[in-house]
């Protein structure tokens, strides 16, 4: 399981969700890009990878840039208020819920994580070595573009939109 942008051990919010075999690899909003990644290197090294969920993915590419620049704007001005409001902003539009920062994040990791783009091309590549690719995306989501990424990932993936539900797929 590959955790979110400066989170720790949130893989109990996607219990529900997880695929438990250990040919099942998981990421979760940031953690999905470093878990694609994944996937791939070991395909090259012919290893055997099953499933890849993806729970919220990174999805920045419909995004201006203006929105980018404020983001890292933001985290350089203060990282721990950065932090602070976007870890609130992941749990609305319901109460929050402790997590576990993981405080090794970065500007860098930040950057990456906001000008990610996805593609159908690598996304297949996945698919023609018989992976299949699951994503979660929660209705409330106040973090990503939940239409772009659904409109997106419906290409090559299956899509489970929990219509009531946030950034950790929590609903009410």
Not at 55 to 74: C, H, I, V, W
Not at 98 to 109: A, L, M
């Amino acid at each position: 399981f590959y955790s979110g942008f400066s989170i720790k051990n949130e893989h109990h919010f996607f219990d529900a969700y997880i695929n438990p075999s250990e040919y099942t690899v998981c990421g979760f909003s940031y953690g999905a890009i470093k878990a694609f990644r994944y996937v791939k290197e070991q395909l090259a090294l012919r290893k055997r990878v099953d499933t890849l969920q993806l729970f919220s993915p990174a999805f920045f590419s419909t995004k201006d840039e203006k929105f980018k620049k404020l983001q890292l704007l933001g985290y350089r001005k203060s990282r721990n208020i950065y932090l602070n409001e976007f870890i609130k902003s992941c749990f609305l539009p319901y109460k929050e819920k402790k997590v576990e920062h993981n405080n090794r994040d970065s500007i860098e990791e930040l950057e990456e994580l906001l000008y990610y783009e996805w593609t159908v091309e690598e996304l297949q590549y996945l698919i023609n070595n018989g992976v299949k690719i699951e994503v979660y995306l929660g209705g409330e989501d106040k973090i990503i573009d939940i239409g772009g990424a659904r409109e997106f990932f419906l290409q090559v993936a299956t899509v489970t939109y929990i219509k009531e539900a946030n950034h950790f797929l929590l609903t009410n």
